[in-house]
């Protein structure tokens, strides 16, 4: 079992091994001395929030970790989907894609997912990720999302020219397109160095099928696809899969490109959310994808720094045990 997924279960909910102070919280604990701040930590004890490590706590520790199956390697559990903050690049320049991922820095993160876009937009994001500070700390995931080996082959040199990179992190077939022309392309990359990981991405149900199979003859390093409280049908088969035949797991579309949003927001976030250290709508979704141990790292897209961080959060604390995970899931089913 994973280690952050090993610990006890508390009423309903299953300690991830990490403490967790929220953000209201850490606001408060910034105002005040180390010797009051100790006390504080103290009563947030005596409120029921698990602080049996006080120095471990959300804002002082890097996020949690799981393992790559099969390596010594492991990646911070929440990472960053670039594609919105890169594909705005032309009209608010690069400093909304710099700030986000430099929280994800800031707070131990380290997955970059990204798609080739248009040579001038990639010749700028391929600048932020040269910056000093953000070259060697990002895990970079790209991909290939053209149909033939040809164009593939001129989109993964684009990708190593203006990224500055002579290796990739993890190269993906974007939703299968091309894959039986990419992937023995993929597999030399692999072999040559060029890519360390090789992978593929789906983002629909209607992909789930040929993933499957895929997963059974190909084995891919990575696979990359949705999953959320509401889009739920990766655990019949894709993550059990995954598990058994020790794949890496990538989780996109945790708010279905923010259309989660407009469903939560006449809505009260349920009290018991507060049970497992959850205390966003955003966190709601984030937890309930990270309680299935099959998960490496769960891509969320954002173009706000303070989103970033409060999608950060949900790396820390408690995750729902299954029978919260089935009470997640009715507050969407009616
Ligand atoms: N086939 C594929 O390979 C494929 C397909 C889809 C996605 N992906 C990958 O997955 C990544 C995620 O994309 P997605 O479509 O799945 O997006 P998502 O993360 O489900 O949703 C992104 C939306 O949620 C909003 N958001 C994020 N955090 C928030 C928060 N804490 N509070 C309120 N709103 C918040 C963002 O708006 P703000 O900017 O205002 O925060 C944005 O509009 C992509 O960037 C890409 O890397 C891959």
Not at 26 to 39: G, L, N, V
Not at 100 to 109: N, S
Not at 133 to 152: C, H, M, Q, V, Y
Not at 216 to 234: C, L
């Amino acid at each position: 079992m994973l280690p952050a997924m090993q610990d006890q279960k508390m009423g309903g909910i299953i300690d991830q091994g990490f403490d967790t102070v929220t953000l209201l919280e850490r606001k408060k604990m910034a105002m005040f001395s180390e010797s009051t701040r100790r006390e504080f930590l103290v009563q947030l004890g005596g409120l029921g929030v698990i602080l049996s490590q006080p120095q471990l706590v959300f804002g002082q520790q890097p996020l949690p970790t799981r393992m790559i199956p099969g390596t010594d390697e492991s990646l911070p559990v929440i990472g960053l989907g670039s594609s919105k903050p890169v594909l705005e690049i032309p009209t608010e320049g690069t400093e909304p894609v710099a700030a986000v991922i430099r929280m994800l820095l800031e707070h131990g993160g380290r997955l970059v997912d990204t798609s080739p876009r248009t040579p001038d937009i990639d010749a700028e994001f391929g600048r932020v990720l040269a910056e000093p500070d953000i070259r060697d700390g990002i895990f970079l995931a790209t991909k290939i999302n053209t149909p033939s080996e040809e164009t593939g082959i001129q989109q993964l040199e684009q990708t190593e020219r203006l990224f500055g990179r002579r290796t990739i992190d993890l190269v993906q077939v974007e939703s299968l397109r091309g894959l039986q022309s990419h992937w023995p392309r993929l597999q030399e990359m692999k072999d040559s160095g060029a890519a360390r990981y090789i992978g593929v991405t789906v983002s629909s149900y209607r992909n789930f099928d040929r993933l499957e199979a895929f997963m059974r003859t190909g084995s891919p390093d990575f696979v990359h696809v949705n999953y959320s409280v509401i889009e739920t049908r990766a655990e019949e088969r894709i993550l059990p899969l995954a598990q058994d035949l020790g794949m890496g797991v990538i989780i996109n579309r945790p708010f279905m490109n923010g259309t989660y949003f407009g469903q939560v927001s006449d809505r009260e976030l349920p009290p018991w959310a507060a049970d497992f250290d959850c205390e966003s709508w955003a966190q709601f979704s984030l937890k309930y994808i990270l309680a299935h141990p099959a998960i490496t790292c769960v891509l969320t897209e954002t173009t706000n720094p303070e989103h970033m961080e409060e999608n950060i959060q949900a790396g820390f604390g408690r995750v729902p045990d299954q029978t919260t995970k089935q009470r997640m899931r009715d507050v969407f089913s009616g």
